[in-house]
């Protein structure tokens, strides 16, 4: 069975934020290559599989595991998430001008009597209240996220605004009051204090009001169509199968899954800019 592998790239950047967790004492086995650990995570991540199915090339199950609690912990997955986006920032720039931002709901088959309510875990209003979670993205006007969040199904996506905007990984240019910066949104966040709420955080909101018509095709649009790259972002997301449906029980664990992600999905396009 091939392996997955992270690139060269992204392991130059983390290696260093691993250096803390070697093994100082000598004796006993021979620890596991911290490379090694992070392709397991990735294998994971990519397949959905449980941490018992894990392939033998990824060395010890539960290791494995154990390196990946203790990393969450200490937020490496979010730095992963933040150096892709200031690597991205440098060679291409996000298009700030024209943001988006949109909910997804996930299925989660576990069972919520075993998890805390701050899990990120609910009842799922569309699925017959059986247990699920959702994904809140930030993007871009080209659909790069820069911000994500994870909440229960049963949070509406309208009080999920601020904590996602504070969850972003780059900081507001220096110019940002001078330059408008507008975010859209559907007709979920169609209320007057989602409109306040984004306007406080220096925003020009744009959202479709409830019971608004449809814009006829023929007549003559006053913007071009943007919502479309959130939705695009999510099914990117979506390509791994740990994110599709929440397996894990952990909150912190999942958010830590959406954030490599992320990382990934910036590397990629890093990476072809570079070739």
């Known amino acids: 069975m091939s392996c997955l592998e992270i690139s060269d790239r992204l392991w130059e ?22 490379r090694t650990v992070m392709n397991g995570i990735l294998y994971v991540l990519k397949t959905g599989c449980q941490w018992d199915c894990l ?21 490496v997955f979010k730095e992963m998430f933040r150096w892709s986006a200031a690597e991205y920032e440098e060679l291409e720039g996000f298009d700030l001008a024209w943001q988006s931002m949109d909910g997804s709901l996930v299925q989660a088959p576990v069972r919520q009597a075993r998890c805390q309510k701050d899990e990120g875990l609910g009842r799922n209003p569309t699925d017959r209240g059986r247990s699920g979670g959702k994904i809140h993205l930030q993007v871009d006007g080209k659909g790069m996220p820069f911000a994500v969040a994870q909440a229960g199904a049963n949070v509406h996506d309208s009080r999920l605004v601020t904590v996602t905007v504070e969850a972003a990984v780059i900081e507001a240019p220096a110019d940002a009051g001078q330059s408008p910066r507008h975010l859209c949104l559907d007709k979920g966040y169609g ?27 023929d007549s003559e649009p006053t913007h071009p169509a943007r919502r479309w790259v959130v939705e695009r972002a999510f099914a990117w997301l979506k390509g791994f199968r740990a994110i599709r449906t929440r397996y894990t029980c952990r909150g912190a664990n999942y958010l830590a899954f959406l954030q490599l992600a992320c990382a990934l999905i910036l590397g990629r396009r890093i990476e072809a800019k570079t070739v």
């Open 191 to 217: 209320y007057e204090r989602v409109e306040r709420e984004v306007a406080g955080l220096g925003y020009t909101p744009h959202i479709r009001k409830i019971g608004e018509e449809k814009r006829s095709c």
């Open 55 to 75: 392939p033998a090339c990824y060395g010890s199950k539960s290791a494995v595991h154990e390196h990946f609690q203790r990393w969450v912990a200490a937020g």
């Open 13 to 34: 950047r983390v290696e260093p934020l691993l250096e803390p967790f070697k093994r100082r004492r000598p004796g006993g086995s021979k620890p596991l290559e911290f």
